[in-house]
């Protein structure tokens, strides 16, 4: 992933989706990555431009082991943003991320179109609990307080029930730097955003775990209670990382959200330059795929691959008014019906990482043997295992 300046701090991030989609970012939780949102952003994939970072001292940004406040981050999104020209996007954030959300929404109205806020607070008592906090990370390691945190942030039978979600979340405590961790400590414990809540203009979500221990629904309420217009919804069976502890039902309530202030031109895109669809084409079918792809073209090829990516992944895969879900069930049914093979097998992989899930697919080629054939649907049950192989099983 790349790194970009912002804010005089090196930020590493992940920008993907169609390019003439509006842009929706991610800030992250205290000892957690852009990681963090995984389980999250395939239901948001292709629907909207998905920007993710790692918070200063975190994941693969850059530490700086010095003073700062809340404030700071939210002038390092801010700067994310300049830096990628991006001069309007949706803010999402959990815990540590929404007290950014909070801190850049007031401080910077004109560039947030919506707020989304989860599982945090304004105010965090008590500053000395959370220097404490610091120094002992400081100290130790974050490996110190694994354990206690883990508690904290999910409900008490979901580690067990689902190890593949937690594991990832644990690997990403622990392998936060100690200085990093601490200084954002420290800043939590300084910080106060109630006298500021006023000040955010942008439609606000408040999203809260009922079963949260560290930021109770409590806060989310002291939240709404500042910012008038804000909505406020509580997940049951859900704690502190709620957004890894119940994806769909967060994704639901934010789609839902996120669709009713989108800001999305009607049109189509028009004309897009080369850099936009190859973005757009490496998100959906890889890296890999796509330069092996331009390194083969060679000068004869060359013309035709220049067009395909500004065409056909510029403009049409970059057009917003259909999303990449929707994109790669049509794409499927076609090549099911045309029996394009090569292609089906292509998209296939592809189409799961837009959110087709397995029964969907079995779903989609059952239909076509309706209106395709017998023949045609065998055909592409057959390529689906092929390409699948035990992913079907």
Same mark, same amino acid.
């Given at each position: 992933m790349p790194q970009i300046?912002?804010?005089? =701090?090196?930020?590493?991030?992940?920008? $993907?989706?169609?390019?003439? /989609? !509006? &842009?929706?970012?991610?800030?992250?939780s205290l000892g957690t990555s852009l990681a963090m949102w995984d389980p999250l952003v395939p239901h948001l994939r292709g629907r909207y431009r998905v920007l993710r970072y790692d918070t200063r001292g975190h994941g693969a940004s850059q530490v700086r082991d010095a003073r700062i406040e809340v404030e700071d981050l939210a002038e390092d999104l801010i700067g994310?943003?300049?830096?990628?020209?991006?001069?309007?996007?949706?803010?999402?954030?959990?815990?540590?991320?929404?007290?950014?959300?909070?801190?850049?929404?007031?401080?910077?109205?004109?560039?947030?179109?919506?707020?989304?806020?989860?599982?945090?607070?304004?105010?965090?008592?008590?500053?000395?609990?959370?220097?404490?906090?610091?120094?002992?990370?400081?100290?130790?390691?974050?490996?110190a307080i694994v354990e206690a945190t883990m508690t904290r942030?999910? =409900?008490?039978?979901?580690?067990?029930? $689902?190890?593949?979600?937690? /594991? !990832? &979340?644990?690997?990403q405590f622990t392998g936060t730097d100690a200085?990093?961790?601490?200084?954002?400590?420290?800043?939590?414990?300084?910080?106060?955003?109630?006298?500021?809540?006023?000040?955010?203009?942008a439609p606000t979500l408040?999203?809260?775990?009922?079963?949260?221990?560290?930021?109770?629904?409590?806060?989310?309420?002291?939240?709404?209670?500042?910012?008038?217009?804000a909505e406020l919804v509580v997940l049951p069976n859900a704690a502190h990382l709620l957004s890894v502890e119940q994806p769909a039902a967060t994704a639901a309530h934010l789609l839902g959200f996120l669709d009713r202030h989108r800001e999305?031109?009607?049109?189509?895109?028009?004309?897009?330059?080369?850099e936009a669809g190859l973005a757009n084409r490496k998100s959906v079918l890889g890296d890999a795929h796509v330069e092996r792809s331009?390194?083969?073209?060679?000068?004869?090829?060359?013309?035709?691959q220049d067009f395909i990516t500004r065409t056909a992944w510029g403009e049409v895969w970059g057009d917003p008014r259909i999303p990449w879900k929707t994109r790669?069930?049509?794409?499927?049914?076609?090549?099911?019906?045309?029996?394009?093979?090569?292609?089906?097998?292509?998209?296939?992989?592809?189409?799961?990482?837009?959110g087709v899930t397995i029964p969907e697919l079995q779903a989609l080629l059952i239909q076509t043997a309706i209106y395709a054939g017998v023949p045609a649907a065998n055909g592409a049950f057959r390529w689906a295992r092929e390409v699948l192989g035990e992913d079907l099983a």
């Open positions: 300046e912002a804010n005089g =701090t090196l930020l590493n991030y992940e920008l $993907s989706g169609p390019s003439g /989609a !509006p &842009v929706v970012v991610f800030s992250n994310l943003l300049d830096a990628l020209h991006i001069p309007r996007a949706h803010v999402v954030g959990l815990s540590l991320g929404g007290m950014t959300g909070q801190a850049a929404a007031s401080r910077h109205p004109d560039r947030v179109i919506s707020l989304t806020l989860m599982a945090t607070a304004a105010f965090m008592p008590s500053e000395a609990s959370w220097n404490e906090r610091a120094e002992l990370v400081r100290a130790k390691g974050t490996a942030w999910f =409900t008490p039978d979901f580690p067990a029930s $689902s190890p593949d979600a937690v /594991a !990832p &979340v644990r690997a200085a990093g961790y601490a200084v954002c400590c420290n800043a939590i414990g300084r910080m106060d955003l109630r006298p500021v809540l006023n000040r955010i203009a408040v999203i809260a775990g009922r079963d949260d221990p560290a930021t109770p629904p409590a806060m989310a309420q002291e939240i709404c209670d500042g910012i008038r217009h999305a031109p009607d049109a189509a895109t028009g004309a897009v330059a080369f331009l390194k083969v073209a060679g000068d004869f090829a060359g013309p035709w790669s069930f049509v794409t499927l049914a076609m090549m099911v019906a045309l029996g394009r093979e090569e292609e089906f097998k292509l998209h296939v992989r592809p189409a799961l990482r837009n």
